[in-house]
């Protein structure tokens, strides 16, 4: 009994860093249902894009749709894009061309995922979308600038155009807002039941 009442603060301040850490789990565990029930839809060609209500479109044409946080002066934004045609160019060298474009070189840590199984909840999606790539991680742009960059490139069966979906940011920024722009693509859908029939 000596141990509690001679530490009584420092018991005190442990259980308050426990009890704020089981908060945290449960705030994070909730985070999914939250984004469903906080976002609005975004018709982009045939896809219906869900979009975090905080979130706002600040470029919009018929292939292009750029949103940012107007509520913040975060350094981040998300391009959702679609190119008319390929050229026949397989995606990896449009993905590296990009690259090259936005002088964008990845750290060593990447995300690389070409499987649309994973990357996509909808069936359809995950069907029409079979040629896909993502790559995710921190880099540098120009060279002195730390950035995180998260992009998508993905072409559909049959189709002479691309999408590429971006969300680029600040380091640590792009650990705000990069989950959001994961779980937007992974809700994405086609507006009318069956695109592939």
Request: zero cysteines; charged letters at 25%; aromatic letters at 16%.
């Amino acid at each position: 009994m000596d141990i509690f009442s001679n530490h009584y603060w420092d018991w005190l301040i442990l259980f308050t860093i426990v009890a704020g850490l089981f908060y945290t789990l449960h705030i994070i565990g909730q985070e999914n249902s939250t984004f469903v029930e906080d976002s609005y839809h975004v018709e982009f060609g045939d896809l219906k894009l869900t979009i975090p209500n905080w979130w706002s479109i600040t470029e919009q044409n018929l292939h292009s749709i750029k949103f940012e946080r107007t509520d913040t002066r975060y350094d981040w934004f998300a391009v959702y894009q679609y190119i008319d045609d390929h050229q026949n160019k397989p995606l990896d060298e449009l993905l590296k061309e990009k690259f090259d474009l936005e002088k964008i070189e990845f750290d060593m840590d990447v995300v690389f995922e070409t499987d649309s199984r994973v990357l996509f909840r909808d069936s359809e999606i995950q069907e029409h979308f079979q040629e896909v790539i993502r790559v995710e991680g921190q880099g540098s742009q120009d060279v002195v600038d730390r950035i995180y960059y998260d992009i998508y490139l993905m072409r559909g069966l049959n189709d002479p155009g691309y999408f590429i979906f971006v969300s680029r940011s600040s380091v640590l920024n792009g650990l705000v807002e990069g989950p959001y722009f994961e779980e937007s693509l992974a809700e994405l859908k086609f507006i009318h039941e069956s695109k592939l029939s």
